[in-house]
């Protein structure tokens, strides 16, 4: 699954910590996402959809692999 989580990051200037304390996980989790080494929960993925304000669909994306 591909996601735009750094630069949604940019647009709202956030670091991961900051990120992570919106949503309450850990820097190396945003961290582990971002670089696609770990598939958010839909209660996780919802969480970061609302710090962006913006629909999950947005963030995340599903590949053919997928």
Do not use: C, H, W
């Not at 996980?25 to 958010?40: D, F, G, H, L």
């Not at 962006?52 to 692999?65: A, D, G, K, R, W």
């Amino acid at each position: 699954m591909k996601n735009n989580i750094k630069i949604q990051r940019a647009i709202k200037d956030l670091t991961q910590e900051e990120l992570a304390n919106k949503i309450g996980v850990s820097r190396q989790t945003i961290n582990s996402i971002e670089t696609n080494r770990y598939i958010p929960s839909t209660l996780l993925a919802l969480k970061i959809s609302e710090v962006f304000e913006t629909n999950v669909n947005n963030i995340f994306e599903l590949e053919e692999s997928d």
